[in-house]
């Protein structure tokens, strides 16, 4: 079982850009995809990008396709989520995720096992 714990949230102006990390303990990192999750007021938690145990294979939901950019370093046991041209609706409390496994099957948080904390972060003026 894996320990993590988001960081990176903060206020944006719509366009600018976020980084937001996600460091992992207790567990082999790369035996785990690792996602990102959204929740926005009145929404449901929202599964925005995935990325295998090996880091070779992403996927991302549509809203952020082009915008976001998942990643990992596995010296670190860090994910990565690069957020560029945020508009407001990227508000939202994002949550990082890990599956039991290496493969990025769904991105439905059914399908994650481990889940941090989460990290706010707000776009506007």
């Known amino acids: 079982q894996l320990q993590l714990v988001e960081s990176g949230g903060g206020l944006v102006q719509p366009g600018g850009s976020l980084t937001l990390s996600c460091g992992a303990s207790?567990?082999?990192?790369?035996?785990?995809?690792m996602g990102w999750f959204r929740e926005a007021p009145g929404k449901g938690r929202q599964g925005i990008a995935c990325i295998s145990g090996s880091g070779d294979s992403t996927d991302y939901a549509d809203s952020v396709k082009g915008r976001f950019t998942i990643s990992r370093d596995t010296a670190k046991n860090t994910t990565f989520l690069q957020m560029n041209g945020l508009t407001p609706e990227d508000t939202g409390k994002y949550y990082c995720?890990?599956?039991?496994?290496?493969?990025?099957?769904?991105?439905?948080?059914?399908?994650?096992?481990?889940w941090g904390q989460g990290t706010q972060v707000t776009v506007g003026s």
């Open positions: 995720a890990a599956r039991g496994g290496r493969r990025c099957t769904s991105r439905h948080h059914s399908y994650f096992r481990d």
């Open positions: 207790g567990s082999t990192f790369e035996l785990h995809a």
